[in-house]
């Protein structure tokens, strides 16, 4: 069974930078797609950013020119979180489905493994 493990998450400043690692294992997927989402308190979750194992990328508008999505290999996935805001502050999760590329960051009900979530807290 896929096991997806969050950290990395904590306190930053406005303007700061800080990069969530998610260790994945068990995961034999060669065609996949992983992604990182965030919920604040009061919202839904929604979609960050995503990578395919053809390599593209997406990403949210609102973190677009600031936020980075790399992976080693298949078992940990990144996010190089720059020039963080008020607004970036929330609990972000990793998730990973083998099957289909995604051209766009996927609906949360189109992963079947998650991960815990890491708190990111960001103040002015």
């Known amino acids: 069974q896929v096991r997806l493990v969050e950290s990395g998450g904590g306190s930053v400043q406005a303007g700061g930078s800080l990069r969530l690692s998610c260790a994945i294992s068990?995961?034999?997927?060669?065609?996949?797609?992983m992604a990182w989402f965030r919920q604040a308190p009061g919202h839904a979750r929604e979609g960050v950013a995503s990578?395919?194992?053809?390599?593209?990328a997406s990403y949210a508008d609102s973190v677009k020119d600031r936020f980075v999505i790399s992976q080693e290999a298949k078992s940990t996935l990144y996010l190089q979180m720059n020039n963080v805001k008020p607004e970036d502050t929330a609990t972000y999760y990793c998730?990973?489905?083998?099957?289909?590329?995604?051209?766009?960051?996927?609906?949360?009900?189109?992963?079947?493994?998650w991960g815990q979530g890491t708190l990111v807290t960001v103040s002015t």
């Open positions: 990578l395919d194992s053809d390599g593209t």
């Open positions: 998730a990973v489905r083998g099957g289909p590329v995604c051209s766009a960051i996927p609906p949360t009900y189109a992963f079947n493994a």
């Open positions: 068990e995961f034999i997927e060669w065609s996949y797609c």
